[in-house]
C-alpha cells in the first residue's frame, strides 16, 4: 500500500514508518524539512498550515496516519483543530483511503482536560470530509524519546525524594512504544477499522505514583521515597498544584513549561482501557510496564547515551 506518515520525525512517528517499511510498504514520511530526513521511506514535505503541501503529499496515498499534536503551543487547541481541518479536506480532495489517528484515552463523562478535549475534536474534524477514519487511543507511550517516559526518567534519576500531588493517584494504563506501532500497522488493511473507534493499553493498570516509584527501582536499583501532600479540594489549590507541578517538572526535566502544563492538567483524568475490542482485529499480548521500562533504558543505552 502506499501510506503516508505525518509526523515522521516523531517518537511514535519514526518507529512506525520502519515498521511500515519492514513491512513491504511504499511510505512516505511527511516533514517540513524533507532535505533534512535522513530516515527510511520516502520524505515528502507537507506543512499543516498550507493545504497545498498537504494535497501534493497525499496524492495517490492509500492510508494516512495522522500523528500531529502541538503539546509545546499555548494555542495548541486551536492549531490542532486548524491541523485536522485542513488535513481532512487535503485527504478528501486526493481521494485518501482512510485516516489513522492515535488519540487519547479518557472518559469523557469524568470530564476531560483541555489536552484530552482536543484529541476528541482532531477526531470528529478528521472525518468530517467523508474519509474513513479509524482512531487508537491510548494513555502514555512508553518508550526512549518520548515525551512523558522521558519526564518520568528524569524525575526519578535527579530526585530521592518526591512530593507526590494529588494526580499522582490517578490512574492510567501507559503502552509500550513497540506495542502501540503493532496495533497501528495491524489496523493499515483492516476493512472492519473504517470509522471505528479502539482503546489500547499495556497490560498493566497503575497509578502515577506506581510508574515513578517501579521505574525508579528498576532504573537506579532503589526505591525512590514519595511523599503524599494532603491539600483541600478546592479549584483554587488544583490550579495552584498545577502550575507548581508545571513548573517543577520543567526545572527539574528537559520538558518545557508549557507541555509539562498541558500534561500535568491530564493526569487528573483517569485513562485506562475500557473496550477490548482491539483485541478481534490484532492478535498481541501486550507488555507489562516493568519491561516496558527496560525496553526504553536498553534502547536508550543502545543509542550511547547513559541509563
Same mark, same amino acid.
Given at each position: ?6 509526523? /515522521?520525525?516523531?517518537? @511514535? ?11 513491504? $510498504? ?31 503529499? #497525499? ?9 500531529? $499534536?502541538s503539546l509545546s ?22 481521494? @485518501?483511503?482512510?485516516?489513522?489517528? %492515535? ?11 483541555? $489536552? #484530552? ?8 474534524? #478528521?472525518? +468530517? ?14 518508550? $526512549?524519546?518520548?515525551? +512523558? ?9 535527579? &530526585?530521592?525524594? #518526591? ?13 509500550? &512504544?513497540?506495542? /502501540?506501532?503493532?496495533?497501528? @500497522?495491524?489496523? &493499515? ?36 521515597? %514519595?511523599? +503524599? ?36 492538567? +491530564?493526569?487528573?483524568?483517569e485513562v485506562v ?27 536508550? &543505552? ?6
Amino acid at each position: 500500500m502506499q501510506v503516508l506518515v505525518t509526523g /515522521a520525525t516523531g517518537f @511514535v512517528g519514526s518507529a512506525l514508518v520502519q515498521a511500515l517499511v519492514d513491512g513491504g $510498504h511504499r511510505v512516505r514520511a511527511m516533514t517540513r524539512r524533507p532535505d533534512d530526513y535522513d530516515g527510511p521511506g520516502t520524505p515528502v514535505q507537507g506543512d499543516m498550515g498550507d493545504e497545498a503541501s498537504l494535497r501534493e503529499a #497525499l496524492a495517490g496515498v492509500d492510508v494516512a496516519y495522522y500523528l500531529i $499534536h502541538s503539546l509545546s503551543s499555548k494555542d495548541f487547541e486551536e492549531e490542532d483543530a486548524a491541523g485536522a481541518t485542513a488535513f481532512s479536506a487535503a485527504a478528501a480532495a486526493q481521494g @485518501v483511503g482512510r485516516i489513522v489517528y %492515535l488519540g487519547g484515552l479518557g472518559d469523557e463523562a469524568d470530564g476531560l482536560s483541555p $489536552h #484530552l478535549r482536543s484529541r476528541r475534536e482532531v477526531e470528529s474534524l #478528521l472525518g +468530517s470530509d467523508g474519509v474513513p477514519v479509524t482512531v487508537l487511543r491510548a494513555a502514555v507511550v512508553v518508550g $526512549h524519546g518520548g515525551i +512523558s517516559w522521558e519526564m518520568t526518567r528524569q524525575l526519578v534519576d535527579r &530526585l530521592p525524594l #518526591l512530593a507526590a500531588p494529588p494526580w499522582a493517584k490517578t490512574r492510567t494504563q501507559p503502552i509500550a &512504544l513497540a506495542d /502501540a506501532v503493532t496495533y497501528l @500497522v495491524g489496523v &493499515l488493511d483492516e476493512p472492519r477499522a473504517r470509522w471505528r473507534v479502539f482503546e489500547i493499553g499495556g497490560a498493566d493498570v497503575l497509578t502515577y505514583e506506581d510508574m515513578l516509584v517501579r521505574a525508579a527501582k528498576i532504573q537506579n536499583g532503589e526505591d525512590v521515597t %514519595l511523599v +503524599s501532600v494532603p491539600l483541600p479540594q478546592t479549584d483554587l489549590v488544583d490550579t495552584a498544584v498545577a502550575r507548581a507541578s508545571s513548573l517543577g517538572l520543567a526545572a527539574l526535566t528537559e520538558v518545557d513549561v508549557d507541555t509539562a502544563k498541558n500534561l500535568v492538567e +491530564s493526569m487528573s483524568t483517569e485513562v485506562v482501557v475500557s473496550d477490548q475490542s482491539i483485541r478481534e482485529l490484532v492478535d498481541l499480548e501486550p507488555m507489562g510496564y516493568d519491561e516496558m521500562v527496560r525496553v526504553a533504558l536498553g534502547d536508550r &543505552l543502545r543509542e550511547g547515551e547513559s541509563a
